[in-house]
């Protein structure tokens, strides 16, 4: 699986949009982009994944850039509940699923 | 519907004792996989079972970490000769067979404290 670089924390204020980096510039052409997040105490949750084409559902929207070196995590309206370690992790559609994941994104979303 | 469910959600146990940590997947899902993540660190992969498949047994730290899943659903995880540093919270996940994209559901974990 591509390696991805992802900043290890950043502060977000409510209300407002948080956007979250992540670089993989070493993906594959058959490698997917994949977001979870980790709130204090819970298992990681499942928020987003997208292939080249830029993905929306009830939670955030995923951004890939055309060569999909890179991708961002937008969470529309943050709110205090959105406090957790946010994952990016790529990875092929055949490995079943296996996922590795990094050090995470802290976001801190402050009132 | 429900989802995956892990027991007990904390255990405390001596060094040297087995423990057997338990997942329930949720229903109709027959790939499980099982994570550690220690205090403030990453997941560790463990073990992923998949449908009739040998499993990958790839991460077990150790040959003191087993795991087994009977009749496809339920999933025990087991320790032997508990040491201190298998101290982390145990995750269990699942998802879909045939759909290599389906996302892990997560439970939330076992604690175990080693002492």
């Known amino acids: 699986d591509a390696k991805t670089t992802q900043p290890p924390s950043m502060d977000c204020a409510e209300g407002r949009a948080a956007n979250l980096p992540c670089n993989h510039s070493t993906i594959s052409g058959n490698e997917y982009v994949y977001w979870y997040r980790q709130i204090h105490s819970q298992g990681p949750q499942y928020i987003i994944h997208?292939?080249?084409n830029n993905e929306t559902n009830e939670m955030a929207s995923l951004i890939i850039t055309e060569d999909r070196k890179s991708s961002t995590l937008i969470l529309p309206h943050a709110t205090l509940r959105d406090t957790a370690v946010y994952y990016c992790i790529v990875t092929i559609k055949a490995a079943g699923n296996k996922l590795t994941f990094g050090g995470g994104t802290r976001v801190l979303v402050k009132p | 519907g429900a989802g995956v469910s892990q027991s007990p959600s904390n255990k405390v146990t001596e060094k040297g004792k087995d423990v057997e940590l338990r997942c329930d997947p949720i229903?109709?899902?027959?790939?499980l996989y099982w994570y550690r993540q220690s205090l403030g660190q990453g997941l560790e992969f463990l073990i992923y079972?998949?449908?009739?498949?040998?499993?990958?047994k790839s991460g077990l730290p150790s040959d003191r970490f087993s795991a087994e899943r009977t009749g496809g659903s339920v999933s025990t995880l087991t320790i032997q000769r508990t040491q201190q540093e298998d101290s982390a919270v145990y995750l269990c996940?699942?998802?879909?067979?045939?759909?290599?994209?389906?996302?892990?559901?997560f439970g939330n974990g076992t604690r175990l404290t080693v002492t």
């Open positions: 229903s109709g899902h027959t790939a």
């Open positions: 996940a699942s998802s879909l067979v045939g759909q290599n994209n389906s996302p892990l559901h």
């Open positions: 997208g292939l080249k």
């Open positions: 079972f998949q449908g009739n498949s040998a499993p990958d």
